[in-house]
Nanobody
Framework: QVQLGESGGGLVQAGDSLRLSCRAD????????VGWFRQAPGKEREFVAG????????DYAGSVYGRFTISRDNDKNSVYLQMNRLKPEDTAVYYC????????????????????WGQGTQVTVSS
């Protein structure tokens, strides 16, 4: 069982930066991929970024590549999403999620493969 909680969202202007944090409670956190997803009003949830269990592999959606950076600190049971050069289209509720399988070799973008989800944190970017 893994419980996740996000923090760090807020209201910023276009071009600003934010750092989201995802803190996990659970013994198995260090063995599983963690992904960040987002959902804007009226849109489907989409994959943003993922980091594998040891931090050695990352993946990004094309829309955030080069602007967002995902990282993790297993000693702190935490995953971070550094978001730079934010755009109004980045406005959404951001969720972190934990893969249903341990030690997966690849990062999966399918939300159905993530078993545990946080409550989400709102990011609003004004133009």
């Amino acid at each position: 069982q893994v419980q996740l909680g996000e923090s760090g969202g807020g209201l910023v202007q276009a071009g600003d930066s934010l750092r989201l944090s995802c803190r996990a409670d659970g013994r198995t956190f260090g063995s599983i991929t963690v992904g960040w997803f987002r959902q804007a009003p009226g849109k489907e949830r989409e994959f943003v970024a993922g980091v594998n269990w040891n931090g050695g592999n990352t993946d990004y959606a094309g829309s955030v590549y080069g602007r967002f950076t995902i990282s993790r600190d297993n000693d702190k049971n935490s995953v971070y999403l550094q978001m730079n050069r934010l755009k109004p289209e980045d406005t959404a509720v951001y969720y972190c999620a934990a893969d249903r399988r341990a030690y997966r070799a690849v990062i999966i973008r399918d939300a159905n493969e993530y078993r545990y989800w946080g409550q989400g944190t709102q990011v609003t970017v004004s133009s």
